[in-house]
């Protein structure tokens, strides 16, 4: 399995940004798709995008699609996500997460089996 840890989180105004990042520790790293998950309170943890093994393919959840970014330094076993025209719908809990697969054309919650502890994005009206 993979051990990740998450940093980058905090608050920001609307139409700001962040730069998420998810160490990872593992021999396994470089083989697993990637992704990024969040969770409001009081809703479900929701995908948010994945990243293929060589991060040659990305995948976003409509709602972020042209704002967000993932992508994958696999020399130094880290995933980023970057977020640029943030809004306060945003507001949630970040997980990095890693996969079963290599890559896929879909992802699902279930695709991923090793997650961290998660990090807080707060946007702000």
């Known amino acids: 399995q993979v051990q990740l840890v998450e940093s980058g989180g905090g608050l920001v105004q609307a139409g700001g940004s962040l730069r998420l990042s998810c160490a990872a520790s593992?021999?396994?790293?470089?083989?697993?798709?990637m992704g990024w998950f969040r969770q409001a309170p009081g809703k479900e943890r929701e995908f948010v995008a994945a990243?293929?093994?060589?991060?040659?393919?990305?995948y976003y959840v409509d709602s972020v699609k042209g704002r967000f970014t993932i992508s994958r330094d696999n020399a130094k076993k880290t995933v980023y996500l970057q977020m640029n025209s943030l809004k306060p719908e945003d507001t949630a809990v970040y997980y990095c997460?890693?996969?079963?697969?290599?890559?896929?054309?879909?992802?699902?919650?279930?695709?991923?089996?090793?997650w961290g502890q998660g990090t807080q994005v707060t946007v702000s009206s």
């Open positions: 990243i293929s093994w060589t991060g040659g393919s990305a």
């Open positions: 593992g021999r396994t790293f470089s083989t697993s798709a």
């Open positions: 997460a890693a996969s079963y697969y290599s890559s896929k054309n879909y992802y699902t919650r279930n695709d991923f089996n090793s």
